[in-house]
């Protein structure tokens, strides 16, 4: 579903590259977790799937089309088939649950409706739907800026849900959370991702998460592809080598 070929990116006014000759294939079904210490990469890699952030170098494919070739009508496509979900959420804290779900369909509207904001009834009932499959019904009218953070996420996972996503990213979606509400995410996602036959891929940075939900962990250090396997695989040893410094690097991550 998404090929990619020796991507690398180099940031301007970066003397090291932020993401190294990666190369992997990612296919539908897969429930991918990013792991890599902070600086690592996983923003950045997460960015070029989605067309966000532009490759220096090497392919994407998303479904056979290349979309590091960076054409409006691509990236549209590409961004409309992905959901994506954020550590800060990016709602619109003053308008209501199922006002900020109805912007996940955006990408399959004309911009007028989009612009005075007309919705079909069976838009409406949709995003009522997805409200519902994410446990929010008796939230549905209100404003988001009322709920807790776990509520926010799960209007998150909603309004990605709403794009009927083929691929859903989420970058460290559940960093600002608590583990019990980190687990529930979790859970959530892991339903949507079977019941939609979705290609999930998530950045995280707790490694238990990682090993109880993920059917596959990537390992990111200083860039490069570290580890790419089976969950079960991520040795302690594989822990140590993906969130231990390097020498030369090791005196700025201590903060100093
Ligand atoms: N817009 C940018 N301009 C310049 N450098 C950047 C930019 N975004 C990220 N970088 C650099 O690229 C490298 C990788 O950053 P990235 O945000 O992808 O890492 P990360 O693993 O997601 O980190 P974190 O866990 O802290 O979010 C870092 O050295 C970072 O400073």
Redesign the pocket.
Known sequence: MIQVKNLSVQ?P??KAK?LTDISLSLKKGDFVCVL?K???????FIRCLNGLQKPTSGEIYFDDQDISIHSEEKLRKVRRETGMIFQHFSLVPRLSVIQNVLTGMFGYRSSFKNLIGWFSADELAFAKQVIADVGLSDMTYRKVEQLSGGQKQRVGIARALAQQPKVLLGD?PVASLDPGTSNHIFTLLTEMHERLDLLTII?VHDIELAKRYASRILA?KDGKLIFDGLPADFTDSQYRETYTSNPQTAFFDAGI
């Open positions: 940031y006014d970066m932020a890599g902070s600086g690592a990469g996983k923003s950045t460290e950045n990111l």
